[in-house]
């Protein structure tokens, strides 16, 4: 009888030993999904935030370009106009380093030609986005220009070598002032056509600051030629 009962009772602790076991053991592999879960869960949310996240801040840092800003709304008179313009304005910056590249001219004159090449080199900068935000060419046909009115108040290559050589001070001072007088005159009949036939809005309006800077710029210098010695 002893040994029956101590036959039971080990019986009995093993079964509840390995009972034990077990449940240690469901419990532990039942675990183990719940710990993983949140973690693929969120490797998931951070894979597709990311790249939506990305294209949209990419999408909307990117540069749109030097023509941002330029109506695709044109005309030939607004591409007639940019074409012309350009060149018209790089002879007045070559005409006013000129000047300045001389000595003993009057302080007034100098700084207008400063003025001249700092107002000038940006609108042609302006001319340039347009005309590639159009895809037009940077220069016209020579038939267009010539019923354009290409070369509206230029200075021939004679009247350049008269200023090149104009003799230092009040001399090459009054000359620059005669031929920038002209040469405004004829950027100033060029943004009117443009005011008048063109349609895109930047481009009106930098023809309408061009006539009413260079207005203003051809009273100034009819003022210095009066104030100018006699004779030079």
């Known amino acids: 009888m002893k040994r029956s009962t101590t036959l039971t009772t080990l019986a009995l602790a093993s079964a509840l030993v390995l009972a034990?076991?077990?449940s240690a053991g469901e419990e532990s592999t039942g675990a183990a999904p719940e710990a993983g879960t949140p973690a693929a869960t969120g490797t998931?949310?951070?894979?597709s935030a990311s790249p939506s996240g990305s294209a949209a801040d990419a999408t909307q840092a990117s540069p749109s370009g030097s023509a941002a800003g330029i109506s695709a709304e044109h005309n030939d008179a607004d591409v007639m106009f940019a074409q012309m313009m350009i060149p018209h304005h790089e002879q007045a910056v070559q005409m006013s380093e000129i000047l300045l590249g001389k000595d003993l001219v009057p302080g007034e004159v100098r700084d207008l030609a400063e003025r001249v090449v700092d107002t000038?080199?940006?609108?042609?900068?302006?001319?340039?986005?347009?005309?590639?935000?159009?895809?037009?060419?940077?220069?016209?046909?020579?038939?267009?220009?010539?019923?354009?009115?290409?070369?509206?108040?230029?200075?021939?290559?004679?009247?350049?070598?008269?200023?090149?050589?104009?003799?230092?001070?009040?001399?090459?001072?009054?000359?620059y002032l005669e031929q920038m007088t002209q040469h405004h005159e004829g950027a100033i009949e060029m943004a009117r056509d443009q005011v008048q036939d063109g349609s895109n809005p930047q481009a009106l309006e930098l023809a309408q600051e061009i006539v009413r800077a260079q207005e203003t710029e051809i009273a100034e210098?009819?003022?210095?030629l009066q104030e100018l010695p006699a004779g030079s």
């Not at 290409?150 to 001399?171: I, K």
């Not at 210098?221 to 210095?224: A, I, N, S």
């Open 44 to 47: 998931a949310d951070a894979t």
């Open 20 to 22: 034990g076991c077990g």
């Open 120 to 175: 000038q080199e940006p609108e042609m900068e302006r001319m340039r986005a347009m005309l590639a935000a159009w895809e037009a060419p940077a220069t016209p046909e020579a038939s267009a220009a010539e019923h354009g009115g290409h070369g509206s108040g230029m200075v021939d290559e004679q009247g350049m070598n008269w200023l090149r050589e104009a003799e230092e001070g009040p001399e090459a001072a009054r000359l």
């Open 221 to 224: 210098m009819e003022r210095m």
